[in-house]
């Protein structure tokens, strides 16, 4: 079964500062990963996705994320943090493999809370 | 595009009471999913279908019922709410294939008392 950890309920950063969300994963076969953003009483946001090729993957609103295969992990990153960047994150994982599901499986998300 | 659209955006229901969960979808794509999401626990998925016709279980599907008679409408429906029902619902949609990102709706938030 493919299964998403969120290790962190709660992120804080000073604004201007960089910042980190981590997720790791567990799937069959290779991964395509996704991270979401809710903003409060809003709906998930695609922020950007890895599916293949170069493990720096760029997104929205000047995120990003690295793909580690050894490490099955797939940070979120910012160089400099934002007050709007405030909200709740989530990671996703589905597979591509057969066997694996190609329903995504979500972490159970982490605030992010970027103070002024 | 409207993206994905969902009705009601709030409702408060007596226990015992039904209702249908409205979500519409104009990008002509094929899977669409309905997702619950309570405080911390992240989304937990409901039913999923992959085209008009076909409906599957996801994590949580007791007391919920869908159906997919068009590639754009998923209803979702509560039957003999009770109050562990009580949560915001989230319907999303996508491509077909695993590569593809979801695009959701902006929630129904209901309450069972």
């Known amino acids: 079964a493919q299964s998403v950890a969120q290790p962190e309920d709660q992120v804080n950063v000073a604004e201007g500062n960089p910042l980190t969300v981590k997720c790791t994963y567990s799937?069959?076969?290779?991964?395509?990963l996704f991270w979401y953003v809710q903003y409060p009483n809003r709906g998930l946001q695609f922020l950007l996705k890895?599916?293949?090729?170069?493990?720096l993957v760029k997104g929205s609103y000047g995120f990003e994320a690295e793909f580690n295969k050894s490490q099955t992990s797939f940070h979120l990153k910012k160089p400099s943090a934002l007050v709007s960047d405030s909200a709740l994150y989530f990671c996703?994982?589905?597979?591509?493999?057969?066997?694996?599901?190609?329903?995504?499986?979500f972490g159970r998300g982490t605030s992010l809370i970027v103070h002024p | 595009n409207a993206g994905v659209t969902q009705t009601p955006k709030f409702r408060i229901l007596k226990i015992g009471q039904s209702m249908t969960l409205q979500c519409t979808q104009d990008?002509?794509?094929?899977?669409m999913y309905w997702y619950r999401q309570d405080p911390g626990m992240g989304l937990k998925l409901i039913y999923y279908?992959?085209?008009?016709?076909?409906?599957d279980k996801g994590e949580v599907p007791n007391g919920y019922n869908v159906s997919r008679s068009t590639t754009e409408d998923f209803p979702l429906r509560l039957e003999l709410a009770a109050p562990s029902q009580t949560s915001v619902y989230f319907c999303?949609?996508?491509?077909?294939?695993?590569?593809?990102?979801?695009?959701f709706g902006p929630g129904t938030r209901l309450t069972v008392l």
């Open positions: 890895y599916i293949t090729g170069d493990n």
């Open positions: 990008m002509n794509h094929n899977y």
């Open positions: 279908s992959v085209g008009a016709g076909i409906t």
């Open positions: 999303a949609s996508s491509y077909s294939g695993p590569i593809n990102e979801q695009f």
């Open positions: 996703a994982v589905r597979a591509s493999a057969s066997g694996g599901s190609y329903i995504p499986t």
């Open positions: 799937v069959s076969g290779n991964p395509y």
